[in-house]
């Protein structure tokens, strides 16, 4: 069965600094993965996905992931995090491109201080 | 860009009343919707698979007759917490694809936080 681990629960960088936040899949063929934002009291907002092709993937907001299959990762970066990126983040995977049924991490909460 | 509106954004109601919660797709038909629990510090779970004009599609665990899905038009699809009791108090958000665009992503709602009290 697939599944996603956000191994950090929460995560506070200084505005300005650089950004890695970590998400692990289990799904035996390649998956569909995604990286959604939910700001506080909000829905959730696609950053990126990647369904194949160059591993690495920008999304909107400066950020940007990278498909590891040997890691069976899909860690998401920003080099300079603003403080507006304060929100809760969420990666995801599914088993087709057009799935419906997204598995989600636990997310991890970030925490941006001036 | 492609809207859903979901509403209301809050509710508190008393153990045993019934809550309705909108999804809406502003500027998009969506045949197809979906609706997702989040627990305080869970993950997003699928709930249920809303399909305009036929029965819904419940995910294992979910008690249909608790949480019934309509789906009347393509733009609208309502979920009611039946009898609500307060292990209901959650976040629910919708979810839906634009019918007209291939491989259209989800977008998702802004949530609807229930406390039952």
């Known amino acids: 069965a697939q599944s996603v681990t956000q191994p950090d629960i929460h995560i506070t960088v200084s505005e300005g600094a650089s950004l890695e936040l970590r998400c692990n899949y289990s799904?035996?063929?390649?998956?569909?993965l995604f990286w959604y934002v939910q700001s506080p009291g909000q829905g959730l907002q696609l950053l990126l996905k990647?369904?194949?092709?160059?591993?690495l993937v920008q999304g909107i907001k400066g950020f940007e992931a990278e498909f590891k299959r040997s890691q069976s990762s899909f860690n998401l970066r920003k080099p300079s995090v603003h403080w507006s990126d304060a929100a809760e983040y969420f990666c995801a995977v599914a088993t087709q491109t057009g799935a419906n049924n997204l598995f989600f991490g636990t997310g991890t909460r970030l925490t941006v201080i001036p | 860009g492609a809207v859903v509106s979901q509403h209301p954004s809050w509710v508190i109601c008393k153990s045993g009343t019934s809550v309705k919660i909108e999804c809406r797709s502003l500027d998009f038909q969506a045949t197809t919707m979906f609706w997702y629990r989040q627990f305080p510090k869970q993950s997003l779970m699928l709930m249920a698979t809303s399909n305009e004009g036929s029965k819904a599609t419940y995910e294992q665990g979910v008690e249909k007759d608790k949480f019934l899905i309509n789906h009347a038009s393509l733009t609208l699809s309502t979920l009611t917490v039946t009898s609500a009791h307060p292990e209901d108090s959650s976040f629910y958000i919708c979810?839906?694809?634009?019918?007209?665009?291939?491989?259209?992503?989800?977008?998702f709602g802004n949530g609807t936080r229930l406390t039952v009290t």
């Open positions: 990647y369904f194949s092709g160059d591993t």
């Open positions: 799904y035996g063929a390649t998956p569909y």
């Open positions: 979810s839906a694809r634009d019918t007209g665009v291939g491989n259209s992503p989800l977008h």
